[in-house]
């Protein structure tokens, strides 16, 4: 019950925080975003965006979960999921440059940084990195230069084809739609977070440093990078006997391969902005879009096995090759005066990481360990939200949202339920199957400038290689973008 009050109290906070936003302006107010235009045609300028997402959350717990040493079946708790400050340039129609910078996943027992405080965080066995003063990054940093635009400059006709170059650390990464959303405008409160297979291994929170080339052929867009992935050097390890584990690929890219990774969709309705990567959740109704999609992601020594069962024995060097499909749709439908829309995406990966390669991982997991004393199952996953996520095996996912009514409510305010579903198939596990689902809406105060989400989802818990069971959190989230 106590843990329910919570949950009400931040709602209670966020309807007045968000409303008080809205009450700046509509959508329109945000046209142009906070842009400093640099001539009178407004075409050389350097524009900044913002955006931040905080989240409430009760979560159920793994089985034996302990949460600072403390046993316990579940868990409520406040987190700064994420924080970006975005700028880009254009002093001239051939060049663009992007930075972007900011933090994610501060909880109050995670996401510290080394050096953030010992008195009160952690002490020196946490190194100051429980959860306090998370360090600000560099998410991408990218000089683009334009060779063919989009559009003549002399006539503004449209070109048929268009190509533009780019350097430096990006986010224009290949396999599918998802791998490249922006955390501005999902539709479902956050990702899969296997849509970003490498993330924080042979990446920097899914970019690459490298060379992109991007734009559109007719109604193709199109992505592709040369990258040099970053460096994991994951150690083998000497196991028991007979033990399976010698067979299970870890990362070690320590012979330094080139990475090359694509994407291409065919656009049959509206030709979505293809000046940033960041591809969008869902446009609430202000959109007709309809996209197919397939892509790729490949590079060579990525993973290692052992050849024998000794700390000493040579290492199997193997590939990193991912594919995947996708569909996207975003469909207002009904008069203009309603506005209804559909949102919908479907996508396949196929991921080859070498044999039995998997990654147990979660959004945001606290500081969690095995409970002393405990003697009941354990999830193979771990404690805490831990789940199976990403390895060598198919994964199915699929969400959908109907956008309900503008005339619903008065002002801008508009509702947006949405579900998900995720069918996963690994290689370590054989035929067995692993699912979870989830269920929410978006309340938009302010379309994507001001809104809360909300969603109850599920995770598998894995057991003699098998989903045993399934464990939930339900997740209330705001955020404001400027």
């Known amino acids: 019950m106590k843990n329910f009050k919570y949950i009400l109290v931040c709602i209670f906070i966020s309807l007045f925080v968000t409303d008080t936003v809205r009450g700046q302006g509509g959508s329109s107010e945000y046209k142009d975003g906070m842009t400093v235009k640099l001539d009178s045609t407004g075409k050389k300028y350097i524009r900044f965006s913002t955006w931040a997402t905080f989240w409430a959350r009760q979560t159920a717990a793994n089985p ?74 560099l998410h991408d940093l990218w000089n683009e230069y334009t060779v063919f635009p989009d559009k003549d400059p002399v006539s503004n006709k449209k ?30 409160l956050d990702v899969p977070l296997y849509n970003w297979p490498l993330v924080d ?54 012979t330094g391969k080139m990475s090359t990774t694509g994407y291409a969709a065919w656009q049959f309705l509206d030709h979505e902005n293809d000046l940033l990567p960041y591809t969008t959740g869902t446009y609430v109704g202000t959109m007709r879009v309809f996209n197919i999609g397939a892509g790729y992601y490949n590079t060579g020594d990525g993973t290692v096995t ?75 996953a771990g404690f805490g939200n831990l789940a199976p996520i990403i390895g060598t095996g198919n994964s199915w996912f699929t969400q959908a949202g109907l956008l309900l009514p503008k005339n619903l409510f008065k002002g801008s305010i508009r509702l947006q339920p949405f579900g998900e579903f995720s069918l996963q198939q690994f290689e370590r596990y054989g035929n067995a199957r692993f699912t979870y689902w989830s269920a929410g809406g978006n309340v938009y105060l302010d379309g994507h400038h001001a809104r809360i989400s909300f969603k109850y989802q599920t995770r598998p818990i894995v057991v003699a290689d098998r989903q045993q069971s399934s464990k939930g959190s339900f997740i209330i989230a705001t955020q404001v973008n400027l």
């Open 64 to 137: 034996g979960t302990a949460v600072n040493g403390i046993e316990k079946s579940g868990y409520t708790d406040f987190s700064l999921r994420q924080f970006r400050f975005l700028t880009y340039s254009q002093l001239s129609s051939r060049y663009l440059i992007v930075a972007d910078i900011g933090i994610d996943n501060q909880t109050i027992s995670s996401g510290g940084a080394p050096g953030g405080g010992n008195t009160g965080n952690g002490a020196a066995a946490y190194a100051g990195t429980l959860g306090k003063k998370p360090g600000i990054y």
């Open 159 to 188: 070109r048929p084809a268009s190509l533009y170059i780019g350097t430096g650390l990006h986010y224009w990464m290949g396999l599918s739609r998802m791998t490249t959303s922006s955390s501005a405008n999902y539709l479902a």
């Open 306 to 380: 052992q050849a024998n069962n000794t700390a000493a024995s040579p290492l199997i060097r193997h590939s990193i090759t991912l594919w995947a499909i996708d569909a996207f749709a975003d469909l207002p439908f009904g008069d203009s005066k309603k506005n209804w829309a559909f949102t919908g995406y479907s996508v396949f990966y196929h991921y080859d990481f070498g044999p039995n390669y998997l990654r147990f991982g979660s959004i945001m997991n606290e500081n969690v360990s095995e409970a002393a004393n405990y003697s009941g199952i354990v999830s193979e």
């Open 201 to 254: 291994l042979s990446d920097q929170f899914a970019r690459q440093i490298g060379i992109y080339f991007k734009g559109n052929i007719g109604p193709v867009s199109y992505r592709w990078a040369l990258n040099k992935p970053f460096t994991v050097l994951s150690t083998a390890v000497a196991y028991p006997a007979g033990s399976p584990e010698i067979n299970y690929a870890v990362d070690n890219n320590a």
